[in-house]
């Protein structure tokens, strides 16, 4: 579950819902109603009659589903006692620039970034600050952290990271195919250019570098490249989901030499901050999967109708 559109039109109850902003003095107020006008350029209007249906097409689907969202939300808020403070809100906003960035400012630059691209202004904002509260609260009983994902974190965090190339195909005879390729000489990154199915085949395979027990990548990577013996090193083909990959190891980077104990706090939090994240957008998707709201509004209905297939379809696991 994405946070994309996050625009909040419905009015929930005063003790769950998410907090609105004050309108402020002497801003614009559409005087007559659904039909007002909105815009005026030059010698032309824009009324609300005209925009509705484009902005239905352009966001109406998520913004309906955040909509439909908050209001089961707020009853589910209400059931179990949780009523977020502007406290809660502000725990929010720091869990989110912690997760951006170490570095304060850049994470402040960062999250102004987000802002701007993903369009949050202040009403979506403190909506999407709200939503975070209230499935953090939801989902925080149900989280466990296990030693081996606290020595995973540590290790990702501050451990040695080896930097790789990779070369991503369908099979394995392709596989073997490029083996042989490669033993006749041909450069890794160049075969990467011209065969690999993988992102990072624009920059020659080149992938982030990556810890021993980083949980992000896929165990038969990670055991792979970490059995290279030295830069330059290939590996055999690796089976990763439906395909394979071939990795070439490019170089380590020493660890910080920060010892566990010394890390375990933030190892900890890390873990807990993940496994919440991730409870927290799958309990937001099977709320919403089952919903199938009667829509009145023809171009909303379409861009539900469109959204939401597409959104179904997506929740298969993708291959590879």
């Known amino acids: 579950m994405t946070h994309a559109a996050l625009a909040i039109a419905c009015a929930l109850s005063a003790q769950a819902a998410p907090p609105q ?3 402020r003095p002497g801003a614009p107020r559409s005087a007559d109603g659904a039909a007002g006008i909105v815009a005026v350029w030059q010698q032309q209007t824009v009324t609300w009659d005209r925009i509705r249906p484009v902005l239905a097409e352009l966001a109406g ?3 309906l589903a955040e909509v439909l969202l908050d ?4 009853e589910r808020a209400r059931a179990r006692g949780i ?14 620039l912690e997760f951006l960035d170490e570095d304060p400012d850049r994470a402040r630059r960062l999250m102004d970034d987000v802002r701007v691209r993903q369009g949050l202004g202040p009403v979506r904002w403190r909506a999407l600050l709200w939503r975070n509260a209230v499935l953090r609260a939801l989902v925080a009983p149900d989280v466990q952290v296990a030693e081996s994902q606290v020595v995973a974190a540590h290790d990702a965090a501050h451990g040695p990271r080896r930097r790789a190339r990779v070369i991503a195909v369908p099979d394995l005879r392709t596989a073997q ?14 075969l990467a250019v011209e065969l690999s199915t993988d992102g990072s085949a624009s920059r020659g395979g080149l992938v982030p570098a990556t810890s021993r027990l980083d949980p992000k990548v896929p ?3 990670r055991e792979a490249l970490w059995a290279l013996a030295k830069p330059g090193d290939v590996s055999p083909p690796v089976m990763v989901g439906t395909g394979y990959l071939l990795i070439r190891l490019e170089r380590e980077d020493p660890g910080d030499g920060t010892t566990l104990e010394a890390g375990r706090e933030r190892a900890v939090r890390a873990v807990r901050l ?18 199938k709201p009667t ?23 993708p291959p590879g």
């Open 21 to 23: 902003p004050e309108q």
């Open 61 to 63: 689907s998520e913004a």
């Open 71 to 74: 209001e089961m939300l707020a």
């Open 83 to 96: 009523a977020p403070d502007e406290s809660a809100l502000e725990h929010e906003e720091r869990t989110l």
């Open 177 to 190: 195919a490029v083996t042989v390729r490669l033993g006749g000489g041909e450069p890794f990154d160049a």
């Open 219 to 221: 165990s038969g990577m």
């Open 274 to 291: 993940a496994q919440e994240r991730a409870r927290m957008d799958q309990l937001a998707l099977d709320m919403l999967r089952p919903v």
């Open 295 to 317: 829509v009145f509004d023809d171009s909303l209905a379409d861009s539900w109708n469109r959204v939401r297939t597409g959104a179904t379809r997506s929740d298969r696991p």
